[in-house]
């Protein structure tokens, strides 16, 4: 989100100063544990100490972790994707995924993950045929803002819980993951193929990070779309999404990228069958050009969630290469390029924007080795202690 995004927010003073005269209606901390998610580590949300029961009884061999697990049932290193946030910007990825098919070499991922645009991303490049190619496009060059979210006027602010109300959003989720799309999902996990969906938990201030293979396994349709509105809820502008009595938040909230299977209670076995790759598509741009804000409310609320977003991404992605190295994997990363004018609002959903991102990401995927190494330093890190970090 850039520094002109979300006019919305001036309506923010508004609303506190209306606070007062509603009635939130009071709620009782959840205590239901999650029958699909876990931390990112792979333990209990509600016991952080204790492994996951998901994966009781699945991960046997010492050392191993969900990665090494699954390099012996699928018999080969593995191919991942992590997709990231960016609202209107992950027609990039879109795009991406498309002229990578189309350069030939565009591998079947063992495992998917994605946070918020990326979570409504990774169920069709997870299936991968070029008609879930076709839907991505559609996705993200044909809607507009009104296919996403609707005002609410100034009197239903006095009790809402966001800016917007997603129910356009949760229409179009329903439209593009049907039944049989969930059919198509739970066939992959017999092929003990994964997809992970991020989400921030407000009321216990964590990542819970969904399995949605196994969610589409059991049949639960209407689960696997609340999963998705969650992590694609942008804290304030939309509502947070309720299941089994917790209130969840865009996943970039807390953390922009999942890398799932990097957990486990110690480092993990040597690969069995050499380097995998981490494929990182990163839906937003790294750095914005700097200016002077005007000293209101809209801007410096907008600009702010955008810098806390973006270091958000940055953690994540410095966090995902060591992740790699420790996993004995090799990292590529890629972005929207510098000279690529998507705009400063991420929520516009913008048809000219979201063309020109999606051409950018076609472009760049048809090309040889687009690839990036190693993640961006943003300069939280010194220069010298990065190269270290960095170095074989």
Same mark, same amino acid.
């Given at each position: 989100m850039g520094p002109r995004s979300l006019g919305v927010f001036q309506a923010l003073l508004a609303l506190s100063l209306l606070a007062a005269c509603g009635s939130p209606t009071e709620r009782t901390l959840s205590l239901h544990a999650p029958l699909y998610a876990t931390l990112p580590n792979g333990t209990e949300p509600l016991d952080p100490a204790k492994p996951s029961s998901i994966y009781a009884g699945v991960i046997t061999v010492p050392g191993d972790n969900m990665i090494r697990y699954l390099e012996r049932k699928r018999g080969h290193a593995l191919n991942l994707l992590s997709l990231s946030g960016g609202g209107q910007n992950g027609a990039f990825g879109a795009g991406f995924l498309k002229g990578w098919r189309e350069r030939g070499n565009r591998p079947q991922f063992d495992i998917v993950g994605g946070v918020s645009t990326g979570a409504l991303l990774a169920t069709h490049a997870f299936l991968g045929t070029p008609a879930d190619d076709a839907t991505l496009e559609e996705m993200y060059t044909q809607v507009t803002n009104a296919d996403i979210y609707t005002d609410r006027g100034i009197l239903s602010l006095l009790s809402a819980d966001s800016l917007k109300d997603t129910t356009p959003l949760r229409a179009m989720i329903a439209k593009y993951v049907t039944a049989e799309t969930l059919k198509r999902v739970a066939a992959a996990y017999d092929e003990n193929r994964m997809l992970f969906v991020g989400t921030t938990n407000i009321d216990y201030g964590q990542t819970w990070v969904w399995n949605m293979t196994m969610i589409a396994k059991a049949g639960k349709l209407e689960l696997y779309r609340d999963v998705l509105l969650a992590s694609a809820s942008f804290p304030i502008v939309f509502p947070p999404v309720e299941i089994d009595g917790h209130l969840f938040v865009d996943g970039a909230a807390r953390s922009n990228l999942v890398i799932p299977g990097m957990g486990g !209670? +110690?480092? @993990?076995n040597p690969p069995l069958y050499g380097p995998g790759n981490l494929y990182l598509i990163d839906n937003g741009k $790294?750095? !914005? @050009? @700097? =200016? #002077? /804000? $005007?000293?209101? /409310?809209?801007?410096? #609320?907008?600009t702010t969630i955008s810098v806390m977003m973006e270091q958000s991404m940055q953690t994540a992605l410095t966090r995902s290469y060591f992740g790699t190295r420790v996993l004995g994997y090799s990292f590529n990363m890629i972005g929207i390029p510098e000279n690529v004018d998507v705009g400063m609002d991420v929520l516009a959903f913008d048809q000219? =924007?979201?063309?020109? #991102?999606? &051409?950018? +990401?076609?472009? /760049? +995927? &048809? !090309? %040889?080795s687009p690839w990036q190494a190693t993640p961006t330093n943003s +300069? %939280?890190?010194p220069s010298w202690v990065f190269k270290e970090m960095m170095a074989p």
């Amino acid at each position: 989100m850039g520094p002109r995004s979300l006019g919305v927010f001036q309506a923010l003073l508004a609303l506190s100063l209306l606070a007062a005269c509603g009635s939130p209606t009071e709620r009782t901390l959840s205590l239901h544990a999650p029958l699909y998610a876990t931390l990112p580590n792979g333990t209990e949300p509600l016991d952080p100490a204790k492994p996951s029961s998901i994966y009781a009884g699945v991960i046997t061999v010492p050392g191993d972790n969900m990665i090494r697990y699954l390099e012996r049932k699928r018999g080969h290193a593995l191919n991942l994707l992590s997709l990231s946030g960016g609202g209107q910007n992950g027609a990039f990825g879109a795009g991406f995924l498309k002229g990578w098919r189309e350069r030939g070499n565009r591998p079947q991922f063992d495992i998917v993950g994605g946070v918020s645009t990326g979570a409504l991303l990774a169920t069709h490049a997870f299936l991968g045929t070029p008609a879930d190619d076709a839907t991505l496009e559609e996705m993200y060059t044909q809607v507009t803002n009104a296919d996403i979210y609707t005002d609410r006027g100034i009197l239903s602010l006095l009790s809402a819980d966001s800016l917007k109300d997603t129910t356009p959003l949760r229409a179009m989720i329903a439209k593009y993951v049907t039944a049989e799309t969930l059919k198509r999902v739970a066939a992959a996990y017999d092929e003990n193929r994964m997809l992970f969906v991020g989400t921030t938990n407000i009321d216990y201030g964590q990542t819970w990070v969904w399995n949605m293979t196994m969610i589409a396994k059991a049949g639960k349709l209407e689960l696997y779309r609340d999963v998705l509105l969650a992590s694609a809820s942008f804290p304030i502008v939309f509502p947070p999404v309720e299941i089994d009595g917790h209130l969840f938040v865009d996943g970039a909230a807390r953390s922009n990228l999942v890398i799932p299977g990097m957990g486990g !209670q +110690g480092k @993990p076995n040597p690969p069995l069958y050499g380097p995998g790759n981490l494929y990182l598509i990163d839906n937003g741009k $790294v750095t !914005q @050009p @700097p =200016q #002077a /804000l $005007v000293r209101a /409310l809209g801007e410096i #609320a907008a600009t702010t969630i955008s810098v806390m977003m973006e270091q958000s991404m940055q953690t994540a992605l410095t966090r995902s290469y060591f992740g790699t190295r420790v996993l004995g994997y090799s990292f590529n990363m890629i972005g929207i390029p510098e000279n690529v004018d998507v705009g400063m609002d991420v929520l516009a959903f913008d048809q000219t =924007q979201m063309r020109r #991102a999606f &051409a950018a +990401g076609h472009t /760049l +995927g &048809a !090309q %040889d080795s687009p690839w990036q190494a190693t993640p961006t330093n943003s +300069g %939280d890190i010194p220069s010298w202690v990065f190269k270290e970090m960095m170095a074989p």
